[in-house]
């Protein structure tokens, strides 16, 4: 075959090596890199990808499944020479986010714009298999600046942790979900570990706390922390808080970054466009060529110009015409309790919707002193009913703590 054929090549696993490897290859030849997380089993996205010879690789069964050249052709604006799942926000169903040069170095470029880069040799890259963050950011910023990628193969778990304590240096930028750094915070506490001093991290895909900040800072011996804010159709950055600066409240994720133009709407959430806007998407066979891109997440602006995350427009309680946000009772939790929790709309026969209050078992946090200090904070009474103690809160796919799961436990009562 000839380097002047489109290739495109599918992958399917956990990050490693090989997939960065890979991925080189595709940004250097020009080529199609589809990344799959593990658990994918619809592909008919095929269809909608531009013309190529397709190769199957990464970690896929003995029994491969019978994979075609797409049987139409798709005319594309750019190249695209990357593709993401991504579940999104709010969306049970993945779909493939797939993105041109373009749109990942306007990006990358403007994110880095705020770093000291002298200070980056390596990047470490905690393991997602929707492998977003870490592909927009570890991958590309390694492979055009001749950074070190250090990444943990396979599943997310704790060995993960123990490996960052072996690995982190004083020219290291960490990629942080709030979940993988609060996970690494009470490793590092358990076992008595300071590891050694790194430049920075970046912390995003979930609302970040100041408490997450502070323990970047404090517990994992970290120089100057970041917070990044986006999505994975904004490459994925929309704004960022620099590095060294530390939020001044729950949720603050900096200014808009200049590779992006956005627009508030207040309780309605939020649009932007531009140059870091992904190109197109494909779900359930259907490819979707990107201009704008619209949000359900509520975003206000500060005089100084940063931006405060608050929280998004579905995931709200609607209770008995009441309505509250679920991510700041969730954050009032956090900061009053020192203690993980996700909440979630539970059925009520005369409120419609109640609160549902799933917490780690670990916390030793009583019931009681809850429910009295969310009437102190909120001014309602919920449920004591709706509460379920757990030895782990449960995670999805992205590292981030999983709303799905929480509701399906209260189902799991009622049964």
């Known amino acids: 075959m000839s380097d002047s054929m489109r290739r495109i090549f599918i992958w399917k696993g956990y990050h490693d090596q090989t997939m960065f490897d890979f991925f080189k290859l595709c940004w250097d030849k020009n ?18 990808l531009p013309e190529g010879d397709i190769s199957l690789c990464g970690q896929w069964p003995d029994t491969k499944p019978l994979i075609k050249a797409a049987s139409k052709k798709t005319a594309y604006p750019e190249t ?34 705020l770093f000291d880069i002298s200070r980056i040799r390596q990047v470490y890259c905690y393991p997602q298999p929707y492998h977003v963050f870490g592909i927009l950011l570890g991958y590309a910023a390694c492979h055009l600046k001749k950074w070190r990628l250090v990444v943990p193969e396979g599943r997310y778990n704790a060995d993960h942790h123990r490996y960052f304590t072996e690995k982190v240096s004083s020219e290291t930028i960490s990629l942080f979900t709030p979940t993988h750094l609060n996970d690494l915070s009470r490793y ?46 904004a490459s994925p950055g929309i704004s960022h808080l620099a590095p060294g600066v530390k939020p001044t409240q729950d949720g603050e994720v900096g200014s808009t970054l200049p590779s992006v133009n956005l627009e508030l709407f207040g309780k309605k959430g939020l649009e932007f466009s531009g140059p870091s806007l992904a190109m197109a998407t494909i779900e359930s066979g259907k490819v979707s060529f990107l201009k704008k891109m619209k949000l359900n997440d509520q975003l206000s602006r500060r005089n100084n110009g940063s931006m405060v995350f608050n929280t998004r427009t579905d995931n709200i309680l609607n209770r008995g015409g009441e309505k509250f946000a679920l991510e700041e009772i ?66 999805n796919d992205q590292a981030k703590l999983d709303r799905k799961a929480a509701k399906a436990m209260f189902k799991q009562n009622k049964t």
């Open 31 to 48: 080529y199609l890199l589809v990344c799959c997380p593990p658990n994918l089993k619809d592909f008919s996205f095929i269809d909608s």
């Open 80 to 113: 695209p020479i990357l593709g993401v799942f991504t579940t999104g926000t709010s969306r049970e169903k993945p779909r493939l986010v797939l993105y041109s040069k373009t749109n990942i170095t306007s990006c990358h470029n403007a994110i880095f714009s």
């Open 188 to 233: 590092l506490v358990t076992n008595k570990i300071k590891p050694t001093k790194s430049y920075s991290c970046i912390i995003g895909g979930a609302k970040v706390m100041t408490s997450d900040w502070h323990n970047a800072k404090t517990i994992a011996n970290i120089d100057q922390p970041s917070i990044g804010y986006g999505c994975t159709e």
């Open 330 to 395: 969730e954050s009032f939790i956090k900061m009053s309790h020192k203690v993980e929790s996700i909440c979630v709309p539970v059925t009520h026969s005369r409120l419609g919707l109640e609160l549902g209050v799933v917490i780690q078992s670990s916390s030793k946090l009583k019931k009681a002193t809850l429910y009295k200090s969310l009437e102190s904070k909120f001014g309602k009474k919920f449920s004591v009913q709706n509460y379920i103690e757990t030895d782990q809160l449960p995670v």
